[in-house]
């Protein structure tokens, strides 16, 4: 069964159901996994929000969400292409799938969604991105190309918020499950980003193009999360203007993808780097896990 509760987390759920032994060892192991579980579960939710409002115009149910609140600015984006509407919904449909999952592994030790802001968050993201105040306001649903600009801002940050969180499980199963679910993420990350690489050069009516707006909001999580300050890199967006090269991937020398601490995941979440609930978790995060200075 350890086997089977592993295989549930990295997706091959419809084969493998979760069931008591995979609740039993959460509770065998210290509660840390169960409460890194928990934090990742808060962010699946504001993933799996903002795609089943984009793509199926409703936010998640009661039971997905352990009766936890209504999204702000849940609404079904305008898709005008077949290709990327498809795509999206495969994307909710992986999403929702990990909300459902990491409840029911956690059973009672889940906490509920918490409340997230997927309105009016885009558009001070994106106004603290690019350094002013857009107008109209940044609305993520208006168009395929800026639905795939919001999603943006959320898969890398899960890509590094799994791998920073990946030797801190002490179950071995829980990690490679983990990891599993990092893939996904990342496979998600992948198909965005070469989205917008081959839309790079559209004009935005903000007058800057999409590959500048997506340059600045990889710097601006940069900043937010304090590598900047430090001099350090764990992010990148789609052109690297040195080399004139498009960036797929964003990863160190190695190749290796970048991590992030929860604290620094949650300073881009909360759209400030002192960690005061906000942005698109307007009253913060549910579960022992929490911003530290």
Request: charged share 10%; net charge negative; hydrophobic share 45%.
């Amino acid at each position: 069964m350890r086997l089977a509760y592993a295989l549930t987390f990295v997706g091959l759920l419809a084969v493998f159901s979760v069931g008591a032994d995979a609740r039993r060892l959460l509770q065998s192991s210290a509660t840390t996994d169960a409460d890194i579980l928990n934090f990742a579960l808060n962010l699946e939710c504001l993933e799996a929000q903002y795609y089943s409002c984009a793509v199926f115009g409703h936010p998640l149910s009661a039971e997905l969400t352990g009766s936890g609140p209504q999204p702000h600015g849940c609404q079904q984006a305008n898709f005008t292409n077949d290709d990327i509407y498809s795509i999206a919904m495969d994307v909710a449909n992986n999403e929702i799938a990990h909300v459902n999952y990491l409840r029911t592994a956690l059973g009672n030790y889940s906490v509920q969604c918490p409340l997230v802001n997927i309105g009016d968050a885009f558009a001070a993201a994106a106004d603290a991105a690019l350094g002013t105040t857009l107008s109209p306001p940044f609305v993520p649903y208006t168009n395929d190309l800026y639905f795939l600009t919001g999603a943006f801002i959320f898969e890398d940050l899960g890509v590094t918020a799994y791998k920073g969180a990946l030797t801190s499980f002490q179950s071995s199963d829980i990690m490679l499950a983990a990891a599993g679910i990092m893939a996904v993420e990342a496979y998600h990350a992948g198909y965005i980003r070469t989205a917008l690489i081959q839309n790079g050069d559209v004009v935005t009516p903000y007058g800057a193009n999409v590959t500048t707006i997506i340059n600045a909001i990889a710097m601006a999580r940069e900043t937010l999360d304090g590598s900047a300050s430090m001099s350090m890199v764990d992010d990148k967006g789609i052109f690297n203007a040195t080399t004139g090269d498009y960036i797929l991937t964003p990863v160190d020398s190695n190749a290796v993808a970048f991590s992030r601490t929860p604290s620094q995941v949650l300073a881009i979440a909360y759209l400030n780097a002192t960690g005061a609930a906000g942005g698109f978790f307007p009253d913060g995060v549910n579960g022992k896990i929490q911003y530290s200075s």
